[in-house]
């Protein structure tokens, strides 16, 4: 058994319904990342933190939302195949 078990569609509809909806969300983590970064700069001004909160914000977000990327990459690469299968 894998180490990440994502379960993945296997119908040509719904890998294509999956990869939309995947990328959806992998653009609201990165507008969430985004948001925390500038956050993050700003209480680094105001409280005078040293310049590694934003290497802690990346490391959290990159752990936290891991398995969205994971699960991107792999309805990415299903998605590529389908639209190649179909061409």
């Known amino acids: 058994m894998p180490l990440f078990s994502l379960s993945t569609p296997d119908e040509p509809a719904a890998i294509v319904a999956a990869y939309r909806r995947a990328r959806f969300v992998l653009l609201c983590n990165g507008a969430f990342f985004v948001l925390c ?11 005078g933190m040293p310049p590694a909160l934003l290497t802690v914000v990346f490391t959290v977000i990159l752990v936290l939302f891991g398995g969205d990327i994971l699960r991107f990459l792999i309805l990415r690469r299903k998605y590529r195949r389908v639209l190649e ?3």
């Open 85 to 87: 299968t179909h061409s």
């Open 37 to 47: 970064c500038v956050v993050a700069v700003v209480v680094r001004k105001m409280v």
